[in-house]
């Protein structure tokens, strides 16, 4: 982890529940636990990760509601143009007390490809799973 962000974000980004959308139904990630449906997805799209990102409050400053779309809709575009299986998401503040922001999660993303994505959108971090569906919050 980078010593440039402060623990009061490095802790709100640690207790966030982040949400996929997916077929089956919604999975709820929490960082550093297993997740057997998100393993589940993984493994049924033959894929060996999943990268989730959003484009929204670039550095975690708040930004406009407009800024926060047009970013979001390029992130979607980024991710589509990958050729992955993705899905909608969005990632909620662990005490339900604070912003929502819109995700894509993308199966078969590289790590590389996850930390090209945050970084070109200005985000401190990102969460990324390897096949064992744990979710971990990765700081590009």
């Given amino acids: 982890m980078r010593s440039d962000i402060p623990d009061t974000i490095v802790s709100a980004f640690q207790a966030a529940r982040y949400l996929v959308f997916a077929p089956a139904g919604t999975i709820t990630l929490r960082i550093g636990r297993h997740n057997p449906a998100l393993q589940g997805l993984m493994a049924a799209q ?49 005490d339900g007390d604070g ?7 993308i199966l078969g993303a590289s790590l590389r490809q996850g930390c090209g994505l ?6 401190l971090a990102f969460v990324f799973s390897k096949e064992d569906g744990v979710p971990e919050l990765l700081w590009p």
């Fill in 99 to 105: 912003p929502t922001e819109p995700t894509v999660a």
């Fill in 46 to 94: 033959g894929c060996l990760s999943t990268a989730i990102l959003t484009a929204y409050n670039p550095g975690a400053r708040q930004a406009g509601i407009a800024a926060n779309r047009r970013v979001q809709r390029a992130l979607l575009q980024d991710a589509s143009a990958l050729g992955l299986p993705c899905y909608y998401g969005r990632n909620l503040a662990g």
């Fill in 118 to 123: 945050a970084r070109r959108y200005g985000q």
